[in-house]
Structure formats: structure tokens, C-alpha cells
């Protein structure tokens, strides 16, 4: 496999979340690395968060296993137990299945980046704070009816 030219994967800024759950993502730039490649069991992407970016709302997952390693800047990660500041070098993980909402959010004054791995069966999962899950048929609240 030859090197990856990250210069080919054009970054988005999007979400799929329904308003007004969307409005924390306005900072999320993301590359799809492992689309990109043609991977079919490994997620890779490399986001940057623009200061007040959200990774994501607060969430966990059914069956896929997350893996988090921050490259530059500064995150604060959001989970169950609380907050951590996270810098260049740190790598948190998260066990399929395991109710412990978590997201990553940049209160600094400058861009952070960091690759995120998931490997598993992406059925869906849920958000820790807000009526929302996901799944195949997209995003419901909790009760299952659409949003």
C-alpha cells in the first residue's frame, strides 16, 4: 500500500444529526481516511476541531470499538466520569457496548486534530444527554419514533 497523500482527501464540514443537535459540529472538519483507502472493517478518520468544534454529541456504541489518539492542540473529552484535558500523544479507547457517553470539545483558542479508529459492527448506538439514538434507519429518539 502505498503512502496516503492526505492532500487528496478533501475535508467536510457535515452532520447528519437533525437541528438542534447539529450546531455544536459547525467546527468539526473531517477526512474519511479509511473510504478513502476502500477499508471495509476499520473506520479512520482524521478530525480537526476548529476552537468550540464538538466531535460529536455525547454518544456510545452498540457494537463497534472506538479508538481516539490526539495529534496536535488540545481536546477536553466529555464522558460519564467527568472531563480530562487531552494533549498531543494521549489515546483513549472505548469498548463496544459499554454505556459511557462520550465526545471531544476544543474550549482552546486554537485548532486540535486527532484520528479516530472504530472497528466492529456499526448497528448504532446511543447519546448520553440528548432523546437520541441511531441506527440503520438512521436517527430516532429513544422511543424509536423519527426525528
Not at 438542534?20 to 459540529?25: I, L, Y
Not at 464522558?79 to 474550549?107: F, M, S, Y
Amino acid at each position: 500500500m502505498p503512502k496516503l497523500d492526505l492532500a487528496s482527501i478533501t475535508p467536510v464540514c457535515r452532520t447528519g444529526y437533525p437541528a438542534p443537535f447539529d450546531r455544536q459540529m459547525a467546527g468539526r472538519w473531517q477526512q474519511r481516511i479509511g473510504a478513502a483507502l476502500g477499508l471495509d472493517h476499520l473506520g479512520a478518520t482524521l478530525v480537526t476541531l476548529k476552537p468550540g468544534g464538538w466531535s460529536s454529541q455525547r454518544h456510545w456504541h452498540f457494537g463497534e470499538d472506538e479508538l481516539v489518539v490526539m495529534l496536535s492542540g488540545e481536546a477536553v473529552l466529555v464522558e460519564d466520569e467527568g472531563e480530562t484535558v487531552l494533549g498531543p500523544g494521549d489515546i483513549c479507547v472505548w469498548k463496544a457496548g459499554i454505556d459511557n457517553g462520550h465526545c471531544l470539545q476544543n474550549r482552546s483558542e486554537a485548532d486540535c486534530a486527532f484520528l479516530a479508529l472504530g472497528a466492529g459492527d456499526d448497528s448504532g448506538g446511543s447519546y448520553s444527554d440528548i432523546d437520541m439514538k441511531w441506527g440503520p434507519g438512521g436517527f430516532t429518539r429513544k422511543d424509536g419514533t423519527p426525528y
